[in-house]
């Protein structure tokens, strides 16, 4: 292989991790806890987008008052969303990255 050819594909791997990474900013990903009674919304290079909490699913009998001994529950619900939509985040990053490089090995890339 010749010094023109490994340009070209440095180019076209270049090009492709731009095109991943437009597109993992402009998606979505989704954390869920307690049947969806929490939800949080990340891109898909794992920043925080939204949170939407349920009510209902945490209080059923007075979905309009959520009370203090519920607080503890409320939080830990929170982190294990937040948690699932990072990871979903990152798990989707890596394969885009991948498929990006062709599962070449990048040094200094997310993912890797």
Known sequence: MNIMQIMKQAQNIQSKLKTAQSELASMEVVGEAANGAVKIVCDG??????????????????????????????EDLISTAMNQAAEKASAEMESRMKSATGGLNIPGFPGF
Do not use: C, R
């Open 45 to 74: 290079q794992g920043k925080f987008k939204s949170i939407k909490l349920t009510a209902e699913a945490i209080n059923p009998e007075n979905p309009s008052a959520v009370d203090a001994d519920s607080i503890e529950m409320l």
